[in-house]
């Protein structure tokens, strides 16, 4: 999205770093925070976040910060909300090339660790040639975890048709099957790797909460580069682009001791790691 030239009230300016290119600082008015830059002379005063605007994740109003840090063009900050005046929520999120793109936060599920309502936090020292730092959890567990900025893989969903039948109990194992289809219904090839992503799986065992239903196939792994983060992935068709009209299949072993699972797929050209 492009960033537009802003006039802003403040009421003070807290949190404050900078790189080779501008000053960022998070600022607060009228009970409502906002994300800045400007450049070094004190011109081009520019709302890279403002209190209207929605992050993935979190929705405005936002009601706090908790650090940021910016190396050659991409700031990393954080920032939390209460949605419907009851329910807190915060994520940390980078900044480049006028987007604004969820690194992590409520909901998301790292390395078997839940993150809820505490904000993950990051700091001046945080990102250096393209990667953050940053620590991620709840009051209960808490871990430090290093992310890529890399592009991600792209969603293509929308030039797929996915057919998956419900998951059916394997006697034998005690787990569940499904098998997906998913074929190339647009007019070009889909580059390999083609990945699909499962809402509703994770990979790995969770801490802390009750065992959502977890993806058992060989080679499948954990989002950590789209959101929500923590969804189990797998590569269905990693040698050659996917044709125009062509289709690939793959069976699903899925653990879910609380009864059939439930899911949706999506699916992305790249690894979404």
């Known amino acids: 999205m492009s960033r537009t030239p802003s006039t802003v009230q403040f009421n003070y300016a807290s949190w404050t770093t900078i790189d080779n290119l ?23 005063l520019a709302a890279i976040l403002n209190s209207t605007e929605s992050v993935p994740g979190i929705t405005p109003p936002y009601s706090g910060m908790g650090g940021m840090g910016a190396a050659k063009g991409t700031l990393v900050f954080n920032i939390s909300a209460v949605e419907n005046q009851t329910t807190a929520v915060g994520g940390v999120f980078a900044y480049r090339n006028n987007n604004i793109v969820r690194i992590a936060g409520t909901g998301d599920i790292l390395a078997g660790l839940p993150g809820n309502s505490w904000l993950p936090s990051v700091g001046p020292n945080s990102i250096s040639d393209g990667q953050v730092v940053f620590l991620f959890g709840n009051p209960s567990q808490i871990g ?34 499904s098998k997906i289809t998913i074929q190339n219904t647009s007019g070009a090839a889909i580059a390999a790797p083609v990945s699909a992503m499962f809402d ?74």
């Open 22 to 44: 501008h000053v960022y600082f998070a600022g607060s008015g009228n009970n409502s925070y906002g994300v800045y830059e400007m450049n070094f002379d004190g011109s081009g």
């Open 144 to 177: 430090a975890f290093l992310v890529a900025l890399a592009t991600c893989a792209a969603d293509v969903t929308g030039d797929v048709k996915v057919t998956q039948t419900p998951p059916h109990l394997n006697s034998g194992t005690g787990d569940y099957n």
């Open 200 to 273: 509703g799986l994770v990979k790995g065992a969770v801490v802390g909460i009750a065992q959502p239903p977890e993806l058992l196939n060989k080679g499948s792994g954990a989002t950590t580069c789209l959101s929500p983060l923590g969804e189990a992935y797998l590569v269905v068709n990693g040698g050659t682009a996917l044709a125009s009209g062509a289709s690939t299949s793959v069976e699903l072993n899925i653990a879910d001791s609380a009864g059939t699972p439930s899911f949706t797929t999506r699916v992305v050209s790249g690894t979404p790691r």
